[in-house]
């Protein structure tokens, strides 16, 4: 693995980024994997979940109380720090840059949503390149599956719920069906494979 400017320690994590998407039957597969997490997780964690625009959000909340993480509401020019999940509001993309930071935008509708998973997954492709893992989980429609392509084209990991486990199969089936898919697991086996990526060092 290489890439400039990331993690030229030696020893220092492969990884230095988590992106999770989910929408329909979210919050509870969510919930599932960040249960998984250490609280020393060594990476930020970005979330986006399509959530109803019209209302104020208590999904941090609600994930607080099955994680060790810290979880929080993301928002405009923040730096992101490890250990901590950064859920994107309703209502506005989320992306990172290349130092880290995030941005909320409230740009157009991507493939109808709002927040987009493909944006986020294409920042963070961009930013952290072979150092990024993205997540795709249960959900209707097809986000995600061209920001996956984007992380794979930048040697990045890609996760997704095997369909056959999704409650909602329409987001992990067009993510698997782009053969960008490093892994297809079960929800019950997608958070230790995580805490396991991310406790390997980086050897280069």
Do not use: C, W
């Amino acid at each position: 693995m290489s890439s400039p400017g990331q993690g030229d320690q030696l020893g220092a994590p492969a990884y230095a980024i988590l992106a999770i998407a989910s929408s329909a039957g979210g919050i509870s597969a969510l919930r599932a994997v960040l249960s998984s997490f250490t609280g020393d997780f060594p990476a930020p964690v970005l979330l986006v979940q399509h959530l109803d625009p019209r209302h104020e959000t208590i999904l941090p909340s609600v994930l607080s109380r099955k994680t060790s993480l810290k979880v929080k509401l993301a928002e405009d020019r923040e730096e992101i720090l490890p250990g901590v999940a950064y859920v994107a509001p309703p209502n506005r993309h989320l992306l990172v840059g290349r130092g880290g930071v995030l941005s909320l935008t409230e740009t157009e509708l991507v493939h109808f949503v709002r927040p987009s998973a493909d944006l986020l997954f294409e920042s963070v492709a961009a930013s952290f390149a072979d150092r990024a893992v993205a997540v795709v989980l249960t959900g209707s429609g097809t986000d995600g599956a061209m920001g996956v392509r984007a992380v794979k084209d930048r040697n990045g990991t890609v996760i997704v719920q095997d369909p056959d486990d999704a409650e909602f199969t329409g987001m992990p089936r067009a993510a698997m069906e782009t053969n960008a898919a490093d892994f297809v697991l079960t929800l019950a086996e997608i958070g230790p494979v995580i805490q396991r990526l991310f406790e390997t060092e980086d050897h280069r």
